[in-house]
């Protein structure tokens, strides 16, 4: 399995191991990233400590993003469902809905429910209109 396609392509399917074990490098790497925000807690002069931990909230919301989707996306496909069908995981409509009265554990609480969804949905058996079953 290229990388490349793993994070960046959207066409194809992705099954439920290859989907949970890159969201859990995607995690190790915003672990890493959450180390440097800590890194800048204690080494950045206190007048600048919001705008620089602000830049690193900024930095891992669009990393995730940028990774999930077509993570999201093939693993939709899998299923026989669009993939278009993940697009509200992009963080435009979620910071719309807070922006508009729901709370950010609620938007949180729904980025995470739909991604268990993701990982527990069963994936079509055989070949389905987006190509064949991916290898394990």
């Known amino acids: 399995m290229d990388l490349y396609w793993l994070f960046f392509g959207f066409r194809g399917r992705l099954a439920r191991k290859p989907f949970w074990l890159a969201l859990l490098l995607i995690l190790k790497g915003l672990a890493i990233l959450s180390l440097f925000g800590f890194w800048l807690l204690l080494n950045v002069a206190w007048f600048s400590l ?35 069908l993940a697009l509200p995981l992009l963080p435009g409509p979620p910071v719309l809905l807070w922006w508009f009265g729901a709370t950010a554990w609620g938007v949180l609480r729904l980025a995470l429910f739909t ?3 993701l990982g527990i949905l069963p994936s079509s058996t055989g070949d389905n209109r987006f190509g064949a079953p991916s290898r394990e």
Do not use: N
């Open 50 to 84: 919001p705008y620089a931990l602000l830049d690193v909230v900024v930095v891992s919301v669009a990393v995730c993003s940028v990774l999930v989707l077509p993570l999201c996306a093939k693993r939709l496909q899998d299923s026989d469902l669009p993939g278009y």
């Open 115 to 117: 991604i268990l969804v």
